[in-house]
């Protein structure tokens, strides 16, 4: 072949190469093409969220909403006893129809019809509850296999069951479905997996009614409310929803994951020396005794966060040989591991679970066993805690663990040189109810079932707030009027008081009991079901029945006493409190047969005193003999109170106090006569030694304006952050103090502090200078601003306007008073006071609360320091007044007002 030839030959193989190449990628292409769609017409096909499964329990005698996705305009058909309802999917492919109203039965199929088929086997109509909350909602059956055995065994009921719903977050936006979950019928190996509480209730009024019940449980162990409302339903919360919109950027959110934590090498003698200490070749030396149950620090082992190994030998008798056996060590702070004769029989990663490990067999020997457990503990005091079952149990048998032990120390952790930020997706506002509980929305259902509070219990004054809001956004969302509400208070928990004190938990009790009185809702109160040492405690079918009892009175409509006393009101005579109470039901009593508990009394000082407390007919009769004249009254006021307060139905008082009883926060000055704001201007010395003190010693609070460049800002910083920490306000009173210049009588202004010379930056830049300069002491970032010498204005007008986004509220120097409907936030007025008797600043109480009107005092001077002054003993005197009529008068500080004024209107 002649090299033209060879050259023609290539060029035609390079053609037919380029030519057999572009038909292959167009095979591929058409064949790609084929398999999307193929693919298109698989997903097109009738789909349904995971609520809508076999073995579901659809509400009864509503019309229900049956819903799912296909492809747009699929024609789909339901067929259920012989009926069918039909639908067709909108342009992108979702569909819904109405089931009518069904009488309760089981055993039902439905059939859906698409382009595919979906058979629904095993359903029932009965009535379905959403439960909800933390880890008391969560806790299963499983974890109180021994309290209730009996119950687990029996449970063969096919018309209980729950759809249980794995943990899930979203930060940004409202979920459709769930990713993993289905309906299970209750039988003794499913039953294990129910929340205990929600089973419990669900039995009681299966029992009582003999249809179908439905469990949605969807609760997360250690999550505040907030993360189980949605969006609109925080929208009156302003930091809240600061929150949810700065979440909602993933660059942020993602910034925690990037903090390089160092890798944590263990230390642990017990673990690297050779052979180990729980093996069974190890010799023991240096061992010390040491009691169990017990704090390691309560033992001499003073300030060790670490690992301390625990060990003892025991003799078991052949008698307890060869049987099924298990090791009880009670709870354990906070993880553990437990070795028996050197092989390891169980472990626990936190410290709230009980330690139930089943023993291997053949592992235990006649004679010496040797115990040792490894324990954990990273913060607090650790150890065994008390009052738990400790015992290793064969067949019928029981060889208590109680007692002396031996320990060592196998490493003793350094204190953290660096704070790593953390971020928990569910503890953030909205996260679980978007994934959770909106995929649920569409579902009809009977009612809601609440047991959360222990995750706000450290910010109760807020929780009431929260709750009512929580309330009317499942409401909302779910869109099926006003639905039950039930709910659980809080029970008792850690150590008791044996003075009256004051207690976050009951606090957090007294929000949940104000949140009770929200349309169509009650409260199961479990103040006599909880453990001193658990948080977590074992009694769950109590709770549950308590919850189904009130069930039968509000939403199955039964004449039956549904709550234990209830406070009503308090009437003072000569030195008896007496109480009035509803939910009485037959009468109330002692259960115990003992005098009362767990009363208090106090006078106007509200130091409170252990008092008498006496049943008369349905009242109560309270009285200490040293309070000649009573004011208030608490009960059970406490973390862990010792009640027996009932009524004869066996159900227990909710806790309550007369001292916080008479606040109203939906209502103009929360429920009282009139507020009175007690302000204090120029940040001088004498307000933090004389005003400071005198206001902590009868628990009021006020407002300090401080201008940042005086003397007594600078040099006494710690004592402003004191104050701020015991409740005062620090206000905005400029950086420099300026004043207009040019009216009559301020020839005393510098002019370089001319205000009416001042620009409006200069003006604005000064008051954010002092709003840093705040910030630095008490880290807040609202707060309100005083007007220097009451002047508004600056060479281009007026300057407060342009800086509303810096403050809640501004007070001016008018002397007048104002309802609440007339406050105008921005221009609040104020009397000030200039060597002004006590019995003259009274007046002025006086005047307010008979008009119902805001008062805010202003004060130069206290005690010197000031032209303007008033003595220490006149505004001691308009202090004890104050003091005596806080029932009637609401005193806080200019921020608290402001935004109770808000929230009012709100």
């Known amino acids: 072949m002649k090299n033209k030839d060879k050259v023609i030959l290539c060029a035609l193989c390079g053609y037919k190469s380029t030519l057999y190449n572009q038909t292959i990628m167009k095979v591929i292409k058409l064949f790609t093409l084929l398999l999307f769609f ?22 009864r005698d509503k019309p229900v909403k049956i819903w799912g996705w296909a492809s747009p305009k699929e024609k789909i058909t339901l067929t259920l006893n012989t009926k069918k309802y039909k639908t067709t999917a909108d342009n992108d492919g979702n569909w819904e129809l109405m089931l009518p109203s069904q009488i309760a039965a089981s055993g039902q199929v439905i059939n859906l019809k698409g382009k595919n088929d979906i058979i629904l086997k095993n359903i029932a ?23 209730y055995a009996k119950d687990i065994a029996e449970a063969n009921n096919e018309n209980i069951r729950q759809f249980w719903i794995p943990t899930a977050t979203n930060l940004v936006e409202k979920k459709d479905d769930y990713p993993n979950a289905s309906w299970k019928v209750c039988t003794p190996e499913n039953v294990r997996q129910f929340s205990a509480v929600a089973y419990f209730f669900a039995k009681k009024i299966y029992d009582k009614y003999k249809v179908p019940i439905g469990i949605i449980n969807a609760s997360v162990g250690g999550t505040p409310i907030e993360a189980w409302t949605s969006e609109d339903g925080l929208k009156d919360f302003s930091k809240i929803m600061e929150i949810i919109q700065k979440n909602k950027d993933t660059a942020y959110v993602n910034s925690f994951s990037r903090f390089k934590r160092p890798q944590i090498v263990s230390k642990d003698k017990g673990e690297l020396e050779s052979p180990k200490w ?43 040989l060869n049987k099924p056996s298990k090791v009880f060590l009670g709870r354990i702070v906070d993880a553990d591991a ?58 019928n048998d ?25 971020f928990s997706a ?80 009951a606090e957090l009790r007294e929000a949940q009991l104000k949140a009770s009185n929200t349309l169509n809702t009650a409260m199961a109160v479990g103040i006599d079901l909880g453990e001193w040492n658990d948080i977590h405690p074992d009694n769950k079918k109590d709770v549950g029945e308590r919850l189904a009892q009130a069930a039968l009175q509000l939403v199955y409509k039964e004449n039956v006493v549904s709550s234990g006393p209830i406070f009503k009101n308090a009437s003072i005579e000569n030195n008896k409190i007496t109480l009035s109470f509803e939910h009485v039901g037959g009468g109330l ?82 429920g009282k006569k009139a507020a009175v704001v007690l302000t204090y201007d120029d940040a001088l010395n004498v307000h933090l030694d004389n005003v400071a003190p005198a206001l902590d010693s009868l628990s009021l609070k006020g407002t300090f304006y401080l201008t940042s460049s005086s003397e007594a800002s600078r040099n006494r910083i710690n004592d402003w952050r004191k104050a701020a920490q015991n409740g005062h306000e620090l206000g905005n009173h400029t950086v420099y103090h300026p004043c207009d210049a040019s009216g009559p009588g301020m020839s005393w202004v510098k002019p370089e502090y001319d205000l009416s010379k001042y620009s409006m930056a200069q003006i604005q830049s000064e008051i954010k200078m002092c709003n840093a300069f705040l910030k630095a002491i008490d880290g807040k970032n609202k707060r309100t601003f005083a007007f220097t010498c009451g002047h508004k204005k600056v060479a281009e007008g007026e300057f407060i306007l342009s800086l509303s986004d810096e403050f809640v509220a501004a007070r001016a120097v008018r002397h007048e008073m104002h309802s ?87």
């Open 38 to 59: 193929n693919i298109l017409k698989v997903d097109a096909q009738i789909r349904l969220p995971k609520l809508i499964s076999n073995d579901m329990v659809l509400q």
């Open 125 to 147: 109509f009965g009535d379905v509850y959403f439960c909800s909350g933390q880890s008391n909602m969560v806790h299963q059956m499983e974890l109180h296999h021994v309290l």
């Open 278 to 320: 729980f093996e069974t070749a190890y010799q023991p030396k240096g061992w010390l005794p040491i009691t169990v149950p017990g704090n390691w620090e309560d033992q001499g082992v003073n300030n060790l966060n670490g690992v301390v190994w625990y060990r003892k030998e025991i003799n078991i008798p052949a008698s307890m």
């Open 338 to 395: 437990l070795y028996i004769n050197g092989v390891k029989v169980g472990q626990t990663g936190y410290m709230y679970p009980q330690r139930r490990y089943p023993i291997p067999n053949n592992l235990l020997k006649e004679g010496k066993n040797i115990l040792v457990v490894k324990v954990t503990n990273n913060g607090g005091k650790g150890g065994f805690v008390p009052d738990k079952p400790y015992g290793l149990i064969a067949g």
């Open 398 to 422: 029981t060889l208590a663990l109680n007692g002396t032990w031996q320990y060592k120390v196998g490493e003793a952790f350094n204190p953290p040189s660096t704070v790593y930020p953390s």
């Open 426 to 505: 569910q503890n953030q506002p909205t996260s679980l109810f978007n994934a959770m509980a909106a995929p649920a929305t569409k579902f009809t259902i009977k009612g809601f079932v609440w047991y959360q509070g222990e995750s706000n219990a450290g910010r109760p004054q807020e929780y009431a707030a929260l709750q009512k809001a929580q309330i009317l956004d499942w409401r909302k969302q779910w869109s099926q009027g006003e639905l039950p509400f039930l709910f659980v208070q809080l029970p008792n928990f850690m150590d008791a008081n044996y003075l009256p004190s004051e207690s976050q938990w």
């Open 589 to 670: 009593k002692s259960k115990d047969g003992e005098e009362l508990r767990e009363f208090a009394i106090a006078g106007a000082d509200k130091k409170f005193k252990w008092a008498t407390a006496k049943i008369v007919g349905d009242k109560i009769e309270v009285y200490n003999p040293e309070i000649a004249q009573p004011y208030y009254v608490r009960y059970a006021w406490a973390d862990n109170p010792n009640v027996n307060f009932y009524n004869v139905e066996g159900l227990p008082a909710s806790p309550f106090r007369t001292d916080g009883q008479d606040e109203d926060n939906t209502k103009p000055w929360k």
């Open 820 to 906: 609440f409907e007339d406050q105008k936030l921005m221009d609040i007025d104020c009397y000030s006071m200039e060597n002004k008797t006590g019995e003259e600043m009274i007046a002025l109480v006086k005047q307010a609360q008979a008009q119902g009107k805001l008062l805010v005092f202003l004060f130069h001077g206290v005690g010197g320091e000031h032209a303007l002054n008033v003595s220490k003993e006149a505004h001691s005197q308009l202090l004890h007044y104050l003091k005596e009529n806080e029932k009637d008068i609401y005193i806080d500080t200019m921020l608290n007002v402001a935004e109770h004024i808000l929230e009012v209107r709100r």
